[in-house]
Structures are given as C-alpha cells and as structure tokens.
C-alpha cells in the first residue's frame, strides 16, 4: 500500500495522476515546526528523566538540588521557587513530569544550559506588578506541606519573607521579621496575614505610616506591628 502524503490534493475531479499532489510553503513549515516541537518535547523529557526518583518518577528533592548545582545556582535562590511557580508546582520539593513540561516548554528550555540563561528572564516576568501578587500567594501555598494545613511557622515566615519580599520591600521586611520574632501572641501566619502585608507595603507610607487607618480591614498582627513601631519610633 501507499502511504498517503501529508499535503492534500485538491479536489478538481481529475485523477492524482494527471494532478500531481504539491505541498504549499505553509504546509511545509507547519510540517517542520511540528517535528522540531515533537524533538524539542523529546529533550524536555529526557533531561526530566535524568534529574527523577525512578521509583517515585518524580523530582525529588534530591533531584533538585542536583539540577541547582548543575545550573550553578543556590537551591535557596529565589529563583528556584519562581521556577517552581512558572511549572505550578503543587508539591514543594517536587516536580512532576506534567509541570516539568509546562514551565520548561514555556521558558523554551530543553537542556540545563537554556534553562539557567532563562532564569534572569523568568526573574523579570515575575516581578512585574501583573505577575508579582500571584507569585506572592504561590510562595505561601506551596510551603503548605501538610494536608489541610493553613498556616505556616514563625520560623518559615521569616525566612520566606526576606526570600520572597526582601528585594522590592526591604526595610518594611526587616522591620517586620524583628517584630515577629520578639512577639508573643501569634505562633503561625494564615495567608490572610501573609497577604495583608504584601498590601500593607504596597500601600502604606513607610517608616511614617501617614495613610494607616487601624479602623479598616487590616489583619489585627499588623495593627500590633504599627503600634509596635510607632513606640520604638518614639
């Protein structure tokens, strides 16, 4: 048998040997653009493989930690975990093959190589005020490891907040992180918290606090924060 080709011939009502089949230059590059996704898809998986648990077949920790060192990058860098939210990583420490292939077919990175010069990029559109405010509620629910769990440890609190908010609200962190350290009355932080300070640095002028009014909708831990400060002011 033939095999059929992958252009169709028109319909005219003549026979294919009277008009022969031809492929149009559109044809062709969807053709080849077809086959380099397919090759490329291919690369992706293959490095997934590489850096998986063959008995979980997934990216472990371990795994990680060998792809941050392959990258020549800190596990710790901010980056890993902007990486983590562009594959929508739903297991901290984890990656499956299904993310892999999402955050690596959308950075166009098929080898370790593309995907450390894709980092500084990844970083950029991050950071952009459309992006941040999601990556900022992603970095939360991710560290969420139990099940049903809804807040987080002081401790990690501290660290994630100079990790994730530490370059664009500097003193409003350090500030904040002193106060959550020497503070009695909360053990954890809910997302409710976490991302009414995310709004608080937006919005509020800092060290002065001119514009705060504690009779709006603000978690009751920042109003404690700002009498905090305004006494150390003082």
């Not at 991050?126 to 999601?134: A, G, T, Y």
């Not at 919005?203 to 404690?224: G, K, R, T, V």
Request: glycine content about 2%; overall charge negative.
């Amino acid at each position: 048998m033939m095999r059929r080709s992958a252009c169709a011939s028109k319909k005219t009502g003549q026979t294919n040997s009277a008009n022969p089949i031809s492929c149009s230059p559109s044809d062709i590059f969807r053709s080849a653009s077809s086959k380099a996704s397919s090759k490329e898809m291919e690369r992706i998986d293959n490095l997934f493989y590489f850096y998986a648990n063959r008995s979980s077949g997934m990216i472990d920790p371990e795994g990680i930690e060998t792809l941050c060192s392959d990258m020549e990058v800190d596990h710790t860098d901010v980056r890993i975990l902007m990486l983590a939210w562009k594959m929508k990583a739903e297991k901290q420490g984890y990656f499956t093959l299904e993310e892999w292939r999402r955050g690596l077919k959308a950075l166009r990175a098929d080898t370790v190589s593309k995907l450390k010069k894709a980092l500084p990029e990844l970083e950029k559109e991050v950071r952009r005020p459309s992006n941040f405010e999601d990556f900022y509620s992603y970095s939360f629910c991710y560290c969420l490891t139990e099940e049903k769990q809804k807040s987080i440890d002081i401790e990690s609190i501290c660290q994630l907040l100079d990790l994730v908010l530490g370059s664009p609200f500097r003193a409003q962190v350090d500030y904040f992180i002193e106060y959550l350290k020497i503070q009695s009355d909360y053990k954890v932080i809910n997302l409710d918290q976490w991302m009414g300070f995310f709004r608080f640095c937006n919005e509020i002028s800092f060290p002065d606090f001119s514009n705060y009014n504690p009779d709006l909708a603000w978690p009751l831990i920042l109003d404690n924060f700002v009498e905090w400060m305004q006494a150390k002011q003082s």
